[in-house]
């Protein structure tokens, strides 16, 4: 069974900064697609970034310049560096993996107080 295991959420105060990690068991994230969505309460679940097997990256516009998603395909694991965070980035953070089939994690609580 191929399990993702997100990290590293907590509170944090507006203009603060919070790291994500994700691992994975096996080696799913060498050839993946790999990403990064949220859901807010009440909303829908948002990509946040994605990142290519070959590094390339891409960001939703409410967190471009802030957030840097990357990987390390030898340690299986997939992060999101969140810097200057605003109460709108307040949502549970899913890890993403897309190989042959899509497999998400169990969520990390990420809340930002204003």
């Known amino acids: 069974q191929v399990q993702l295991v997100e990290s590293g959420g907590g509170l944090v105060q507006a203009g603060g900064s919070l790291s994500l990690s994700c691992a994975a068991s096996?080696?799913?994230?060498?050839?993946?697609?790999l990403g990064w969505f949220r859901q807010a309460p009440g909303s829908g679940r948002e990509l946040v970034a994605i990142?290519?097997?070959?590094?390339?990256?891409n960001y939703a516009d409410s967190v471009k310049g802030r957030f840097t998603i990357s990987r390390d395909n030898a340690r299986n694991t997939v992060y999101l560096q969140m810097n200057s965070l605003k109460p709108e980035d307040t949502a549970v953070y899913y890890c993403?993996?897309?190989?042959?089939?899509?497999?998400w994690g169990q969520g990390t609580q990420v809340t930002v107080s204003s």
């Open positions: 993403y993996a897309q190989v042959l089939r899509v497999y």
């Open positions: 096996g080696s799913i994230f060498s050839t993946g697609t």
């Open positions: 990142i290519s097997p070959g590094g390339s990256s």
